[in-house]
């Protein structure tokens, strides 16, 4: 309550400071920020009404409607379950294990595991987690796959070829899991039901996320994973999601064993004007998700189950960590945004396709604020900078409390300032991407290959990077002087 009293009070100071009147031109400036901010805002306004429409309204009686359906089958679907792990601790990889083979065991139709795993060690553990938990009980298989270390993708792949010999139907589920990553105990009955409507091919959740130190790192996931259960429920009102998260989604088996679907898997690429074919090494999840988008499946959000995550930082600081998280997302994001704005809106739906353009348009608008005080407090007046702080302190400070909304609580007072530094240095790192789509990273893995002397068409490529993407932001900042009178 005393930092939230702080912050009022040093909002209120930094209002009153400099009269906007008194900064002639320069208050143009501002003009222009509340003008691009009252459309961001509207924006975030709308997917937030179609978040309580989909949690207060739609979702539940969608719910009732595939539990019936599911009550009158003659049969419960057999449930597979892929995990992969790659070095993660001990500790992590028991609990995991653990609430995978519990969750097995409540599977009404039978349940096959599939443990994608490098090391030997995994392999004890998981059998002994396997013998503690399951036993002697019956109808819980669990098949590893011990693997080389050559990357997410080719463990998938093979792993979804495994469970394809196994010639599961339409209506079994596959679920996909990280191996830091805990599913409920009742996935299987939670989730089995959506499956009964064949428009649906696959379904993602809520997450909940545990990081053993208290801090900025917690408060930003926190923050974050709040504002993914508003953008997701809104997105769940249209049936398509935009992403299929990869610390747990569910598919129907079938599909997921469709040899295109293993192939896109562990081939995809995308061919790009100036910097080539562009292997994907990052963004399994956003390759399963584009697949079924492409060929007209639904894909369902359930907002009331939620998969658990132990995540730990990166890098020693709470920026680098969060750049170098970023960088994974938002690359995978943009790698994917360029073929799916090219699919048909009357195929995916309207509001779908234009979420997904406001993915990149987002980035320049965000920019465009922090561009347009700097020119006017380096041009004109530099208490612009005052006043544009009051700004910013008082919508996102409003922001999150319609976010808290969402999780039915109150928030930290670092929120505000962590929802600023996400959408300032967000929009930074993808405009960098967006120029760069061929740099990609994996957070526990070096996928992008040891150092070395580039050769002279990789060197040109890297300098044309640096080029357009110089071009496209000296053309942002053109724009925003012509709109705020500066020129």
Request: with cysteine; hydrophobic share 50%.
């Amino acid at each position: 309550m005393l930092g939230h009293v702080a912050y009022i009070a040093a909002f209120l100071a930094l209002s009153a400071s400099v009269p906007l009147h008194d900064l002639g031109p320069a208050g143009q400036a501002l003009i222009v920020i509340g003008l691009i901010g009252a459309w961001r805002y509207t924006w975030a306004l709308i997917n937030f009404t179609r978040a309580v429409i989909y949690l207060k309204w739609a979702y539940p009686r969608q719910k009732a409607r595939v539990e019936a359906a599911y009550a009158e089958r003659p049969f419960p679907a057999h449930a597979y379950f892929l995990v992969t792990s790659f070095k993660i601790g001990v500790d992590t990889t028991t609990r995991v294990y653990r609430s995978i083979f519990e969750a097995a065991l409540q599977s009404a139709g039978g349940a096959t595991i599939v443990a994608s795993v490098v090391d030997t060690a995994d392999v004890r553990l998981i059998r002994r987690i396997y013998e503690t938990v399951v036993g002697s009980q019956h109808g819980v298989d669990l098949l590893i796959d011990q693997i080389p270390g050559t990357g997410k993708r080719d463990a998938l792949a093979r792993s979804f070829r495994l469970i394809a010999r196994k010639a599961p139907t339409r209506h079994d589920i596959l679920i996909v899991a990280d191996g830091d990553s805990c599913v409920p105990l009742d996935i299987v009955a939670r989730t089995a039901p959506f499956f009964t409507d064949p428009r649906i091919g696959a379904l993602t959740t809520d997450e909940h996320v545990e990081i053993p130190e208290p801090g900025l790192f917690a408060d930003w996931f926190s923050l974050r994973f709040t504002q993914r259960q508003v953008m997701m429920s809104s997105m769940g009102l249209s049936g398509r999601v935009l992403t299929l998260t990869g610390r747990m989604s569910v598919f129907r088996a079938d599909l997921a064993t469709h040899p295109e679907f293993i192939s896109m898997v562990q081939h995809d690429s995308i061919d790009h004007w100036r910097l080539g074919r562009v292997s994907f090494l990052t963004g399994d999840d956003k390759s399963t998700w584009f697949w079924l988008l492409k060929n007209g499946w639904r894909m369902a959000y359930l907002p009331d189950v939620a998969s658990l995550s132990m995540e730990t930082q990166p890098k020693p600081g709470f920026v680098d960590s969060a750049v170098t998280l970023m960088t994974r997302w938002f690359g995978n994001m943009l790698r994917t945004n360029g073929r799916a704005l090219a699919l048909s809106p009357s195929k995916i739906g309207w509001f779908t396709w234009w979420s997904i353009l406001d993915q990149r348009l987002g980035i320049w608008t965000t920019l465009a604020g922090p561009i347009s005080v700097l020119l006017g407090a380096i041009f004109v007046d530099p208490r612009v900078i005052l006043l544009y702080a009051a700004w910013v302190m008082l919508t996102r400070y409003l922001f999150c409390w319609v976010l808290s909304l969402a999780r039915g609580s109150g928030f930290p007072i670092t929120y505000p300032f962590l929802l600023y530094f996400g959408q300032i240095v967000g929009a930074g790192v993808k405009s960098y991407i967006l120029f760069r789509l061929d740099r990609q990273r994996w957070t526990r893995q070096s996928a992008s290959g040891p150092k070395r002397i580039l050769p002279w068409p990789e060197r040109a490529k890297a300098w044309s990077s640096v080029y357009v993407h110089a071009l496209a932001l000296g053309w942002l900042t053109l724009g925003v002087s012509l709109l705020s009178g500066l020129v």
